[in-house]
């Protein structure tokens, strides 16, 4: 995905917000919407499994160099309220639960 089809995307539902939702460069491809919360500014987020395999793949780290430099240098990273959010994609719990009972 393309910065522009980003911002395309944002600037049709979020136009309010257009020139307050931060992105993280470099991390387009991992970018899988906009969350909303009440109390809270909407924000850019993005897939964290997706992050590690840009940092990977771009930058030829080690999957644990890909997480700790998510962890110290972005995810970690506050520029406000609208700080993009980052989420990391597992199984429901639900199933978690039900495989771990039989």
Do not use: W
């Not at 992105?23 to 924000?43: H, T």
């Amino acid at each position: 995905m393309k910065r522009t089809d980003i911002e395309s995307y944002i600037e049709e539902n979020y136009p309010d917000h257009m020139d307050k939702i931060l992105l993280a460069d470099g991390f387009e491809d991992a970018f899988m919407g906009v969350v909303e919360s009440f109390g809270s500014e909407p924000k850019a987020c993005y897939s964290l499994e997706d992050c590690e395999e840009i940092l990977r793949s771009r930058d030829n780290m080690t999957f644990e160099e890909a997480v700790e430099y998510l962890h110290f240098n972005v995810t970690q990273a506050y520029v406000g309220e609208h700080t993009p959010a980052f989420i990391r994609r597992g199984t429901p719990l639900s199933i978690t639960l039900k495989a771990n009972v039989r």
